[in-house]
């Protein structure tokens, strides 16, 4: 981190800043100037709050040189991350895991019908959201307990890990017991308090972009959880907040390389929640493959018409099968199985 002073600050001052900086263990260098002073400072500047130097009167500026984040941070932890979920590995040079399932669970036949059916096509977990996120407090809203006990049951009838939204703490237990793999869906992705919980589960995290987030703060949000002692992390993109109208979201695929250079997590693309229209989830799946993507999470249902939710973003189970067709041929052109 780099801090100048303004011009006139007392010596007193300056050394009071610099006794502060290296009683916190860091390493100080200091370029006296005429007019300024700068401030060199080394060691874990992660723990450095840069508003509250900035509240130093005599603080001109405060620059950081290195990411906020530690423990997610590629820098401290070279090799990519591999994350096991009950036996399928997501990252590295692994096969692209391609997650398939309903938005809402609606029945427990409805979760084992699906789950065959994304098994035949090559997927290799079922999604299924048993507590629903709804903008409307009138819109179905899930079915909670037994919707994933019918996401066990598929799971028990075909052999894919599961993956379910977590939405609050008091049904940590229940996911710790039934869930492969805990989605903190977008608009929690800030809620720091069910962070720091996860943070504490055994099981590997889903963590979504929020609707409006940077790749630091969304970066963060995994800092946080690895912080609790869970290094479980995979990202999950599902499209950002812009201006644009035709879509849903905006897919921001560029996060891909982004989050493999600054962090060792695997990263994975829900180009359903990104597009809101089932007509561009094969284009966008293919993209993300292209694009170095770890895996793919996409909405499937029999009869989209008919669903509870995401009918619209929602492909036929032939449709989800195409796309594992066509990824196949892009995924070997970058390397990896599917
Ligand atoms: C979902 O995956 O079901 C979901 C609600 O997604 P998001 O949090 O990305 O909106
Ligand atoms: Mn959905």
């Given at each position: 981190m780099?801090?100048?002073?303004?011009?006139?600050?007392?010596?007193?001052e300056l050394d009071?800043?610099?006794q502060?900086?290296?009683?916190?263990?860091l390493?100080?260098?200091?370029i006296r100037?005429?007019?300024y002073?700068v401030?060199g400072?080394?060691?874990?500047?992660?723990?450095l709050?840069?508003k509250r130097i900035?509240?130093?009167?005599?603080v001109?500026?405060?620059?950081?040189v290195?990411?906020?984040?530690?423990?997610?941070n590629?820098?401290f932890?070279?090799?990519?991350?591999?994350?096991d979920?009950?036996g399928?590995r997501?990252g590295g040079?692994e096969?692209?895991?391609v997650?398939g399932g309903p938005c809402s669970i609606?029945?427990?036949e409805q979760?084992?019908?699906?789950?065959q059916?994304?098994?035949?096509a090559g997927g290799?977990m079922?999604?299924g959201g048993?507590?629903?996120?709804r903008?409307?407090?009138?819109a179905?809203?899930?079915l909670?307990?037994?919707?994933i006990l019918d996401?066990?049951?598929a799971?028990?009838?075909t052999?894919l890990p599961?993956?379910?939204e977590?939405?609050s703490?008091d049904k940590?237990?229940?996911f710790?017991?039934?869930v492969?793999?805990?989605q903190?869906?977008a608009?929690?992705m800030?809620?720091?308090?069910?962070?720091k919980e996860?943070?504490k589960m055994s099981?590997p995290?889903?963590?979504?972009?929020?609707?409006?987030?940077?790749i630091?703060e969304w970066?963060?949000?995994?800092?946080?959880?690895m912080?609790?002692?869970?290094?479980?992390?995979i990202f999950c993109?599902r499209?950002i907040?812009t201006?644009?109208?035709y879509?849903?979201n905006t897919?921001d695929?560029?996060v891909?390389?982004?989050?493999?250079?600054?962090t060792?997590?695997?990263i994975?693309?829900d180009p359903?929640h990104?597009?809101?229209?089932w007509?561009?989830?094969?284009?966008?799946?293919?993209a993300a493959i292209?694009?170095?993507?770890?895996?793919?999470?996409?909405?499937?249902h029999e009869n989209?018409?008919?669903?509870?939710?995401?009918?619209?973003q929602?492909?036929?189970?032939?449709?989800?099968?195409?796309v594992?067709e066509?990824?196949?041929?892009?995924?070997r052109?970058?390397?990896?199985g599917?």
């Amino acid at each position: 981190m780099i801090i100048s002073t303004k011009r006139g600050t007392p010596a007193a001052e300056l050394d009071k800043i610099i006794q502060e900086f290296e009683g916190m263990g860091l390493g100080v260098t200091i370029i006296r100037g005429t007019d300024y002073n700068v401030f060199g400072l080394v060691g874990d500047t992660t723990i450095l709050d840069e508003k509250r130097i900035r509240a130093n009167p005599y603080v001109e500026n405060v620059q950081r040189v290195s990411e906020p984040y530690k423990k997610a941070n590629r820098l401290f932890h070279e090799a990519d991350t591999i994350v096991d979920v009950a036996g399928v590995r997501v990252g590295g040079t692994e096969k692209v895991a391609v997650i398939g399932g309903p938005c809402s669970i609606e029945s427990k036949e409805q979760a084992v019908r699906i789950a065959q059916l994304v098994k035949n096509a090559g997927g290799c977990m079922l999604r299924g959201g048993a507590y629903k996120p709804r903008t409307s407090p009138y819109a179905f809203q899930g079915l909670g307990t037994e919707g994933i006990l019918d996401l066990a049951a598929a799971r028990e009838a075909t052999g894919l890990p599961i993956v379910s939204e977590l939405m609050s703490a008091d049904k940590i237990d229940e996911f710790e017991q039934y869930v492969d793999l805990v989605q903190i869906g977008a608009r929690n992705m800030q809620n720091f308090q069910l962070l720091k919980e996860v943070g504490k589960m055994s099981k590997p995290i889903l963590l979504k972009r929020g609707l409006a987030n940077t790749i630091e703060e969304w970066i963060m949000s995994a800092e946080y959880i690895m912080a609790g002692g869970n290094e479980n992390v995979i990202f999950c993109e599902r499209g950002i907040r812009t201006f644009e109208k035709y879509t849903r979201n905006t897919l921001d695929l560029s996060v891909v390389p982004i989050i493999k250079q600054k962090t060792h997590l695997p990263i994975i693309i829900d180009p359903s929640h990104a597009t809101g229209d089932w007509r561009y989830v094969e284009s966008m799946s293919l993209a993300a493959i292209a694009s170095g993507a770890d895996g793919l999470m996409i909405e499937v249902h029999e009869n989209p018409e008919a669903a509870w939710s995401d009918g619209a973003q929602s492909l036929k189970p032939e449709k989800f099968a195409a796309v594992i067709e066509k990824g196949r041929a892009i995924a070997r052109v970058v390397g990896r199985g599917l």
